[in-house]
């Protein structure tokens, strides 16, 4: 690898200091229409978004929803109105995994290499990355909620309801940081899945997502208190169908702007500074 190849990011993040917000605002719109045009060169890219909410919302109510509901007193139709507000946290996780892969393969097709010899704000190019996955996300929420009235979940908060998509996006955007780190960082898209995987798994499960926490060995529900996914998932409940809100949203909100805080900045600096 040349001289100049090397020096390319430096120079990029020296000149990164000299553009303004107008210019970031102008390059982070620009590289979110290449994004999206990339998505619709490849359309396939859109199946997690849209095929996940429907099969994982039809799994979970109608495999589960009649003895987990009975547990909470009612039968299946309690259960959907318990599991639907809770599953904003599982696709805001979901999606968050898909911008370290896409990250990582970008690097690897030498895209990345392309946009960091530009003039450009480098941060233009992370932040146009969550642009189109908070795009995917809503997409993906929206299509989760459409199935959840279809199997008989009941909205009568829509103002609930909009600020439980509002929430899940913001904590969605925090873990998005998480997994941009991780796509800079490792060696393979394959390998950023499998941390996503090994990460994504004990803290949707051990979340009280899918079903209530109080059945749950006791050294478990300890973890569940401090998983952020307990937090938003009951936040989006008590907004959407009724509940203590306040403590849980607090929580969800500080941990949203604390990891967004200590990631984001790891993110644009590994991005610059990565050879």
């Given at each position: 690898?040349?001289?100049?190849?090397?020096?390319?990011?430096?120079?990029?993040?020296?000149?990164?200091?000299?553009?303004?917000?107008?210019?970031?605002?102008?390059?982070t719109g620009a590289?979110?229409?290449?994004?999206?045009?990339?998505?619709?060169?490849?359309?396939?890219?859109?199946?997690?978004?849209?095929?996940?909410?429907?099969?994982?919302?039809?799994?979970?109510?109608?495999?589960?929803?009649?003895?987990?509901?009975?547990?909470?007193g009612g039968g299946?139709?309690?259960?959907?109105?318990?599991?639907?507000?809770?599953?904003?946290?599982?696709?805001?996780?979901?999606?968050?995994?898909?911008?370290?892969?896409?990250?990582?393969?970008?690097?690897?097709?030498?895209?990345?290499?392309?946009?960091?010899?530009?003039?450009?704000?480098?941060?233009?190019?992370?932040?146009a990355k969550i642009?189109?996955?908070?795009?995917?996300?809503?997409?993906?929420?929206?299509?989760?909620?459409?199935?959840?009235?279809?199997?008989?979940?009941?909205?009568?908060?829509?103002?609930?309801?909009?600020?439980?998509?509002?929430?899940?996006?913001?904590?969605?955007?925090?873990?998005?940081?998480?997994?941009?780190?991780?796509?800079?960082?490792?060696?393979?898209?394959?390998?950023?899945?499998?941390?996503?995987?090994?990460?994504?798994?004990?803290?949707?499960?051990?979340?009280?997502?899918?079903?209530?926490?109080?059945?749950?060995?006791?050294?478990?529900?300890?973890?569940?208190?401090?998983?952020?996914?307990?937090?938003?998932?009951?936040?989006?409940?008590?907004?959407?169908?009724?509940?203590?809100?306040?403590?849980?949203?607090?929580?969800?909100?500080?941990?949203?702007?604390?990891?967004?805080?200590?990631?984001?900045?790891?993110?644009?600096?590994?991005?610059?500074?990565?050879?």
């Amino acid at each position: 690898m040349s001289a100049t190849t090397l020096s390319a990011p430096l120079k990029a993040g020296q000149d990164d200091a000299r553009i303004g917000l107008r210019g970031h605002v102008r390059h982070t719109g620009a590289l979110v229409r290449r994004n999206l045009l990339w998505i619709r060169q490849d359309p396939e890219s859109m199946f997690d978004a849209v095929l996940m909410p429907i099969v994982f919302t039809l799994l979970f109510v109608y495999v589960f929803g009649g003895s987990i509901g009975q547990a909470l007193g009612g039968g299946q139709d309690q259960y959907v109105q318990y599991v639907v507000p809770g599953m904003m946290a599982m696709m805001s996780m979901n999606i968050a995994m898909a911008v370290g892969t896409g990250f990582n393969q970008d690097f690897q097709n030498g895209i990345m290499d392309r946009f960091r010899t530009l003039p450009i704000g480098q941060g233009s190019v992370l932040f146009a990355k969550i642009v189109v996955e908070l795009m995917r996300l809503l997409i993906a929420t929206t299509i989760m909620m459409i199935v959840g009235v279809l199997v008989g979940f009941d909205i009568t908060n829509w103002g609930g309801l909009f600020a439980s998509v509002g929430l899940a996006a913001l904590f969605g955007t925090s873990i998005m940081w998480i997994f941009l780190v991780l796509g800079v960082s490792m060696k393979s898209a394959q390998s950023v899945q499998a941390m996503g995987f090994l990460v994504l798994m004990p803290l949707q499960f051990g979340s009280s997502i899918f079903a209530p926490t109080q059945s749950m060995p006791g050294w478990l529900q300890g973890f569940t208190d401090y998983n952020p996914l307990s937090s938003l998932a009951d936040s989006a409940r008590g907004l959407m169908v009724g509940g203590p809100v306040a403590h849980d949203l607090w929580v969800t909100v500080g941990w949203s702007v604390g990891l967004t805080l200590v990631m984001a900045p790891i993110a644009i600096h590994k991005f610059r500074t990565k050879n």
